[in-house]
């Protein structure tokens, strides 16, 4: 079993920071990419930003030059720094991992999501 936890939203002013963590546990011999996908009320989910194992990284337009994404594969951990936040990133943030339980069997999961309001 394999689970990913997310943790370190909540509500921000406008031009405010947050840092959101996902923990992933269970029966894990390897993670490949992980990433941070978000969904506000009446929009579909968009990728906000993922890491790759080699530490590549890609971002959405929205956030480039204002969010960060980073990793700690000891800890089994994805973080997302969010600085000069605005309005239009209020959204429930999803943690997202490709995990390997054995070689070659590797699944996409889901965490359940956290909400990051912004208040203007």
């Known amino acids: 079993q394999v689970q990913l936890v997310e943790s370190g939203g909540g509500l921000v002013q406008a031009g405010g920071s947050l840092r959101l963590s996902c923990a992933a546990s269970g029966s894990i011999f390897s993670i490949n990419t992980m990433g941070w996908y978000r969904q506000a009320p009446g929009k579909q989910r968009e990728l906000v930003a993922t890491i790759t194992r080699l530490r590549s990284t890609n971002y959405a337009d929205s956030v480039k030059g204002r969010f960060t994404i980073s990793r700690d594969d000891a800890k089994n951990m994805v973080y997302l720094q969010m600085n000069s936040l605005k309005p239009e990133d209020t959204a429930v943030y999803y943690c997202?991992?490709?995990?390997?339980?054995?070689?070659?069997?590797?699944?996409?999961?889901w965490g359940q999501g956290t909400q990051v309001t912004v208040s203007s």
């Open positions: 997202n991992a490709d995990i390997c339980r054995f070689i070659s069997k590797c699944n996409d999961y």
